[in-house]
T-cell receptor, first 113, second 114 residues
Framework: KQEVTQIPAALSVPEGENLVLNCSFTDSAIYNLQWFRQDPGKGLTSLLLIQSSQREQTSGRLNASLDKSSGRSTLYIAASQPGDSATYLC????????????FGQGTRLTINP | GAGVSQTPSNKVTEKGKYVELRCDPISGHTALYWYRQSLGQGPEFLIY????????DSGLPNDRFFAVRPEGSVSTLKIQRTERGDSAVYLC????????????FGPGTRLTVL
């Protein structure tokens, strides 16, 4: 059974710092890995999607990497801003079991002005 | 264009009652997914539709939960004899239908069972 773990559960940093969020998964048989952002009381916003054949994806200040063989992904946020405060979730799309996403429990990020 | 919409945004009901939650996917998306998110946790898969048929319902917790998508667009998640443990945010997502595609999520329905 695929399990996804995110560390740390919560992170608080001052504005302007670069930071890394970690995601690990137990089964490397995945189609892709997706990073989402969730604001309090809101749905999920897709940030980056990395296919299993790719090593990284970039969008603005965000860079996500994927090491499928070791079961790890990182989300790098450069020059953090207070507006980046949210919960960040990673999810893997597994090969066995149709097309469902298996999510981690999320990292709650707070950027202090 | 319009994103995934869900109604109602909030639903409060009493234990034992029946509820229906609605999802309108992005136009043209053939795949539709339901997830359930408990407080402080990531979403958990419930059911996946490809067109009108449920391709995978392995995440439905028990037979009180049922979902339909009769015309391949709008979907309704139905919960019978609700229990307090059913309280959660129910999220709907849609995608073009291929495994490589991004899933786009709606805002969710917050269900509270008293």
């Amino acid at each position: 059974k695929q399990e996804v773990t995110q560390i740390p559960a919560a992170l608080s940093v001052p504005e302007g710092e670069n930071l890394v969020l970690n995601c690990s998964f137990t089964d490397s048989a995945i189609y892709n890995l997706q990073w989402f952002r969730q604001d309090p009381g809101k749905g999920l916003t897709s940030l980056l999607l990395i296919q299993s054949s790719q090593r990284e994806q970039t969008s603005g200040r965000l860079n996500a990497s994927l090491d499928k063989s070791s079961g790890r992904s990182t989300l790098y946020i450069a020059a953090s801003q207070p507006g980046d405060s949210a919960t960040y979730l990673c999810a893997v799309r597994i090969i066995q079991g149709a097309q469902k996403l298996v999510f981690g429990q999320g990292t709650r990020l707070t950027i202090n002005p | 264009g319009a994103g995934v919409s869900q109604t109602p945004s909030n639903k409060v009901t009493e234990k034992g009652k029946y509820v229906e939650l609605r999802c309108d996917p992005i136009s043209g998306h053939t795949a539709l997914y339901w997830y359930r998110q408990s407080l402080g946790q990531g979403p958990e898969f419930l059911i996946y539709f490809q067109g009108t048929g449920a391709a995978d319902d392995s995440g439905l917790p028990n037979d009180r939960f049922f979902a339909v998508r009769p015309e391949g667009s709008v979907s309704t998640l139905k919960i019978q004899r609700t229990e307090r443990g059913d309280s959660a945010v129910y999220l709907c997502a849609s995608s073009l239908g291929l495994a490589a595609d991004t899933q786009y999520f709606g805002p969710g329905t917050r269900l509270t069972v008293l």
